[in-house]
């Protein structure tokens, strides 16, 4: 098939996701065209990495994976460049250019909608449009007033519509009033990513010390500051580091509560890091203690590199952490139970590493690339017809 792909080229999950998809379904013979506003963050990072031998070619190595990038005109008068505009006028260049059988967006905000207007400029030739929801565009976002009316729209308009967990599908049922058949696909991993990791010597902290890993986009909603709550309880306890990975509005604000604490020995920020198996594989916990995760990215990640969560149990996330069996999942912002838990794992050898390999086996088993991407074929089937 030839397949759009629309997303954020950002760090954020739903942008990984897709350009996941978009690798995955190249290198099972699909055509696929990326459309973004820049090569996104795991795609360009393939390409600068070329000589790394961990990692499949860069897409301009998969002759049938190409990129478009979304120009936006600025003029004097437009104090926000239109680029839901500019997106849906790119979707249908390289729709008609390109024959594209189908047009996938991710993240619904403006993407669905660009898509149904680039949809509706193409007629009478097809342009199907799948949506697939990943959550701050039903919860945040698309929630808000001032989006609420054209996601909604955008949502009811797709030929097809995904979200990433069953919480999120109530969310959007209930956010929306929307009853049309919503299907939900998890997000996924490639389970030989991980392993091409787990011989290596682990890079951070010193021998003795346990490794302690948060990966987000430091905004409210990530709750960064319970992070180092909890990690505050846990280094008094015992030798322990804390990888601050990414970057966001939050992070000045948690570099102060570091100071405060005193723990800026003990804490690293590591910045936007697109390969995030480099800090996962030999860390010793995971932490994600979010007011509301749809999914929960990170968290499957972590788990596929066999390093148990310790995770709010809110929104989306129990659907990816078994509590009690990959990890712990308490009330949120719950710091104290938090570190408890954590210490209750890193103090039994053994129970921490069953927990690692059960976390290791559920995603695996549950969370495949290679059925997520079936499932999205034939998704693609339905509405092609
Ligand atoms: O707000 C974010 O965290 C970024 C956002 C995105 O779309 O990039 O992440 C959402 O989508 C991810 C991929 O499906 C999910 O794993 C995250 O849980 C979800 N974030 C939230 O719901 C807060």
Redesign the pocket.
């Known amino acids: 098939m030839r397949i759009g792909i629309s997303c954020?080229p950002t760090f954020?999950?739903?942008?990984?996701?897709a350009t996941e998809l978009a690798m995955a379904l190249a290198t099972g013979g699909d055509e696929v065209h990326v459309i973004s506003y820049a090569l996104p963050s795991r795609l360009s990072m393939l390409c600068g990495n070329l000589d790394n031998p961990d990692f499949s070619p860069g897409p301009q190595l998969y002759s049938n994976l190409h990129f478009h990038q979304v120009g936006v005109t600025h003029y004097p008068l437009f104090e926000y460049p239109p680029y839901s505009l500019a997106l849906a006028t790119t979707m249908v260049e390289v729709a008609r250019h390109q024959q594209l059988d189908v047009m996938h967006v991710h993240?619904a905000v403006p993407n669905a909608v660009s898509a149904v207007l680039a949809r509706q400029i193409m007629a009478p030739e097809p342009l199907p449009v799948v949506t697939t929801l990943?959550?701050?565009?039903i919860?945040l976002v698309g929630n808000d007033p001032n989006y609420l009316e054209t996601t909604r729209f955008g949502i009811i308009e797709s030929d097809a519509v995904t979200t990433?967990s069953n919480w999120l599908l109530d969310m959007t049922r209930n956010t929306f009033g929307v009853d049309k058949p919503i299907e939900v696909v998890p997000?996924f991993i490639d389970p030989s990513r991980y392993e091409r990791f787990a011989s290596r010597p682990r890079r951070w902290g010193a021998p003795d010390e346990r490794i302690l890993v948060h990966i987000?986009?430091f905004?409210p909603?990530?709750r960064v500051l319970d992070v180092v709550e909890t990690f505050d309880r846990i280094h008094r306890r015992l030798p322990s580091r804390l990888l601050l990975v990414g970057d966001g509005p939050d992070r000045a604000k948690v570099e102060q509560r570091c100071r405060e604490l005193g723990l800026c020995d003990a804490v690293t920020f590591i910045g936007n890091l697109p390969l995030v198996e480099e800090v996962l594989v030999g860390a010793d916990l995971f932490f994600l203690p979010?007011d509301?995760?749809?999914?929960?990215?990170t968290a499957l990640e972590a788990q596929a590199c066999q390093v148990p969560v310790i995770g709010a149990a809110a929104?989306?996330l129990p659907e990816v952490v078994t509590d009690g069996e990959t990890g712990f999942l308490l009330p949120v912002g719950d710091v104290d139970a938090m570190a408890q838990a954590a210490l209750g794992l890193l103090t039994d050898r053994e129970r921490h590493q069953e927990f690692g390999r059960r976390a290791r086996r559920r995603a695996v088993e549950r969370f495949s690339q290679d059925v997520v991407v079936e499932q999205y074929r034939e998704i693609y089937r339905g509405v092609v017809g």
Do not use: I, M, P, Q
Request: hydrophobic share 25%.
């Open positions: 954020y954020g999950g739903s942008g990984v996701v993240y990943h959550g701050t565009d919860t990433v997000n987000s986009n905004r909603v990530k979010s509301a995760e749809s999914f929960g990215l929104g989306g």
